[in-house]
């Protein structure tokens, strides 16, 4: 069985930074893709940034030049560097891993979510 730990969200102001962590713990073989995932209220489930096991990386358009996604393999982890901050950004983030349990199982996990709200 695999967690996806997330911690880091909060409240902050326009214009301010947060730093969200992912720490993925338990059977894990490898991890490939790793990415943040986010919900506003009454809106769908969007990617906001992915990164391969390479580290070749993925953005919306949105959160392009604001957001840096990162991952330290050594500790099975994944960061989003959120700058520039803005109440658009405002909802609950999820992480989600692309893990290997074995040589011949693998599966979509996800974190229960992080709230980052962001006042005007």
């Known amino acids: 069985q695999v967690q996806l730990v997330e911690s880091g969200g909060g409240l902050v102001q326009a214009g301010g930074s947060l730093r969200l962590s992912c720490a993925a713990a338990?059977?894990?073989?490898?991890?490939?893709?790793m990415g943040w995932h986010r919900q506003a209220p009454g809106k769908q489930r969007e990617l906001v940034a992915a990164?391969?096991?390479?580290?070749?990386?993925n953005y919306v358009d949105a959160v392009k030049g604001r957001f840096t996604i990162s991952r330290d393999n050594a500790k099975n982890t994944v960061y989003l560097q959120m700058n520039s901050l803005n109440p658009e950004d405002t909802a609950v983030y999820y992480c989600?891993?692309?893990?290997?349990?074995?040589?011949?199982?693998?599966?979509?996990?996800w974190g229960s979510g992080t709230q980052v709200t962001v006042s005007p």
């Open positions: 990164i391969s096991s390479g580290g070749i990386t």
């Open positions: 338990g059977s894990i073989f490898r991890i490939d893709n």
């Open positions: 989600n891993a692309d893990i290997s349990y074995s040589m011949t199982r693998r599966g979509s996990n």
